[in-house]
């Protein structure tokens, strides 16, 4: 989309012009509201809930405030957790949905690296903070003898990791077109389910790209959340580490653009537009508190949790709308009568 294009130029321009490796901060503000259905639990029961929060990564995005929650009281994750949740409660109402909410407002201004296979060099596989994100995690992360057969097809006798990670990239995003699958936590393998179907939705692309790179010695791990533009959706796409640039996106669904200047076309290896929020920095991450039953996605948090005594409340025993908007800095917080939630400053 034009939207899109005109957000990741700008942030390559800053990048030419003034050598920073992101674009102008863009502040946010969302409002993600949870209902519980009437009578999805007796009256009465305490419903706990787990709501989407942004990632503290400075400095491509940060928290300038919670404008407001509904309840008033809750709880953040700590900084630094890899699943970035707020967490509520209250009693279920009686014969009537029951309703959560939080208004918050988050800076992001996108990334953008441009990498010169020329620089990169092989990372130290006994490296401590590096060598989880190389390994195999079962069930989705597993080096099948039909993922090292498709491997060594791609990668052919190429050794310098930039290139392989091209190679990758290209071939994912060319080969395995984004289509609506089933919830995770119904599949197996999503690796496995992409090469099986030949098709799969972002974060099955994003987990074959990422078993691939994790084959051939390039760290990689999960990261998720939602657009905030005007395609606005959950989205899956990941971290690869390549030394000396550290860990750069890659965002294989979105892969290849339309373009005749090659730092457009391959931007979204090594870039992110800032229209985004941060949720995840690994998949399969707990809860805090934590959940006392099984989770509806055990892969990903994106949509929120809920449960109470009785157990997990699935995805059809409640609803929730996410509504993301781009407001001048400065602005300010929108008053309780706006959102619908109470304030909490």
């Known amino acids: 989309p034009a939207h899109r294009k005109a957000n990741f130029q700008a942030i390559l321009q800053n990048a030419t012009t003034n050598g920073q490796p992101g674009g102008t901060p863009k502040l946010f503000r969302v409002t993600h509201i949870l209902t519980v259905k009437a009578g999805a ?3 009465g029961e305490v419903l706990r809930v787990w709501l989407p929060f942004p990632q503290t990564l400075p400095p491509d995005q940060h928290v300038v405030r919670v404008v407001g929650s509904d309840p008033p009281q809750h709880v953040v994750s700590p900084r630094g957790s890899a699943l970035s949740s707020i967490y509520l409660e209250k009693p279920a109402l009686a014969w009537m949905p029951t309703r959560f909410g939080v208004t918050y407002e988050y800076v992001n201004r996108g990334f953008h690296r441009r990498l010169d296979p020329a620089r990169v060099r092989a990372v ?12 195999e995690r079962p069930p989705h992360l597993v080096f099948d003898e039909d993922l090292r ?16 990670a091209q190679r990758l990239f290209e071939w ?40 691939l790179c994790r084959m051939n010695g390039i760290p990689a791990r999960w990261e998720s959340g939602w657009v905030t533009g005007p395609d606005k959706n959950m989205h899956d796409w990941c971290r690869i580490y390549l030394e000396p640039y550290g860990w750069v996106p890659a965002d294989v669904s979105y892969g290849l653009t339309a373009s005749s200047n090659e730092a457009e076309r391959w931007f979204y290896l090594g870039g992110l537009d800032s229209c985004r929020l941060v949720v995840n920095t690994d998949h399969g991450q707990p ?29 059809d025993q409640w609803e929730c709308s996410f509504e993301a908007s781009e407001i001048a800095a400065g602005t300010a917080a929108a008053p309780s009568g706006d959102t619908g939630l109470k304030r909490s400053d």
């Open 124 to 135: 130290s596989v006994s490296d401590p903070s590096l060598a989880p994100f190389l390994a």
């Open 149 to 164: 057969r498709l491997s060594r097809e791609i990668v052919g006798g190429e050794t310098n990791l930039c290139r392989v």
């Open 41 to 43: 639990v007796p009256p």
């Open 172 to 211: 994912v995003h060319g080969n395995i077109p984004w289509a609506g699958a089933r919830e995770y936590s119904t599949l197996e393998c999503l690796p496995r389910y992409a090469l099986e179907r030949r098709h799969g939705d972002c974060g099955i692309q994003t987990m074959l790209f990422m078993a």
């Open 287 to 315: 809860l805090f508190p934590a959940k006392t039953h099984f989770r509806s996605e055990p892969v990903d948090f994106q949509r929120g949790e809920v449960e109470w005594r009785g157990g997990n409340l699935y995805f």
